[in-house]
């Protein structure tokens, strides 16, 4: 084992622009990157009275001001299965720690045919921030094949170990999201070894289509390629992925609307309400494509917004209002960010 480093290092007034997908500057009062769960309990230690921000790779969220706190960017690494794998059992439990690269470790498990990740494929980030918004994607939530997540509560130095139904996840949302009190330091996924397709997402379907059996490499293959088509590479295009929620309308807002837009995505939810596409909503409001000044909504997919060169955050902040603003003028519907904003 590492030992603990008394002197780890503290950088002051740190620049934030590459601890963000969306390039935005900001200096971070204190920065430091533990490398060991004892280095990250001494950080915490030694700022105990600050305001604590932790960054993983920085892919949903961007900067308007400086941060007048503590910046935490772990680096703790390690993948431990935690079942046999040379035993043929059905279930698979393995433990991940939070600063693996999401996509690394999906990859490593379709190589050995673990079984339930393969729709979550290429979404930027790290593993210890799946959980944290439930990542979603192709009819996929990872909060479907968690067990445990295991963090550490930043006031206290705790560690803590949460059940799945502990995490209280939602569409993109979980505890972890709306109290930012706790820093997640591994997750504990269970997976599956028999694989059948079960078809549930229509754009995934289709790239499918001419497969009979797809196997979980053709499933990850095929997201990839989806993905690739659709949206804008974050170091090509600074972005943060899709930057709002998609909407839940009720009933009567839909019918309203399904007048004049016959073809609006409407999925009718257990409580009643309808999930709606945020991207259908700013299509047809004007905003597809568009740009004002540095900032835009990417043209193949205007959930997401794309920055062409501005590094104040608050340029960003101007378009979504715009946007915000387009959508509640045509469709009465107030879209929510996804991306968190600090
Ligand atoms: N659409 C349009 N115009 C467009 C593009 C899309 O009207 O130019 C409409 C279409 O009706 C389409 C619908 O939007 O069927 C849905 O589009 P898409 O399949 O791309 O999915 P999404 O609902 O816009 C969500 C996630 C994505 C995830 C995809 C694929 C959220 C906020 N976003 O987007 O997640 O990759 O589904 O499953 O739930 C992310 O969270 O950062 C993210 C990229």
């Given at each position: 084992m590492k030992p603990i480093n008394p002197e780890m290092d503290y950088y002051r007034q740190f620049q934030l622009k590459n601890y963000n997908s969306f390039k935005t500057e900001a200096l971070a009062k204190i920065f430091c990157q533990p490398n060991t769960i004892e280095e990250l309990r001494q950080c915490l230690k030694d700022h105990s009275n600050e305001k604590k921000l932790v960054i993983g790779s920085g892919c949903n969220l961007f900067f308007t001001k400086d941060f007048d706190g503590l910046v935490i960017h772990p680096d703790i690494k390690g993948v431990r299965?935690?079942?046999?794998?040379?035993?043929?059992?059905?279930d698979i439990f393995i433990e991940v720690n939070a600063s693996e690269d999401w996509d690394e470790f999906v990859a490593y498990c379709v190589e050995r045919g673990?079984?339930?990740?393969?729709?979550?494929?290429?979404?930027?980030?790290t593993v210890g921030a799946a959980p944290i918004q439930n990542i979603g994607a192709y009819g996929a939530e990872v909060k479907d094949v968690i067990r445990e997540v295991v963090a550490v509560d930043m006031e206290t130095g705790e560690t803590i170990s949460f059940s799945n139904a502990e995490c209280e996840f939602a569409y993109r949302n979980s505890i972890f999201k709306r109290t930012e009190k706790y820093l997640v330091i591994s997750v504990v996924f269970h997976l599956k070894r028999t694989f059948v397709y079960t078809p549930k997402y229509f754009d995934l379907n289709k790239e499918l289509e001419e497969i009979a059996e797809p196997t979980i490499q053709d499933v990850r293959d095929a997201v990839i390629r989806i993905r690739q088509r659709k949206l804008p590479d974050e170091k090509v295009l600074p972005n943060a992925g899709s930057f709002f929620k998609n909407p839940y309308i009720t009933q009567k807002q839909t019918d309203k609307i399904l007048i004049k837009y016959p073809d609006l995505p409407a999925y009718l939810q257990k409580d009643g309400l309808i999930k709606t596409s945020a991207a259908f909503l700013i299509d047809k409001s004007g905003y597809k494509g568009k740009r004002i000044g540095d900032i835009g909504t990417y043209p193949?997919?205007?959930?997401i917004i794309v920055n062409y060169?501005?590094?104040?955050g608050n340029d960003i902040i101007r378009f979504m209002k715009e946007v915000q603003h387009a959508v509640k003028g045509t469709f009465d519907v107030e879209l929510e960010p996804e991306v968190r904003i600090f």
């Open positions: 299965l935690i079942s046999d794998e040379e035993e043929e059992d059905e673990f079984v339930g990740l393969e729709n979550l494929s290429l979404i930027p980030g193949n997919q205007p959930l060169g501005s590094t104040d």
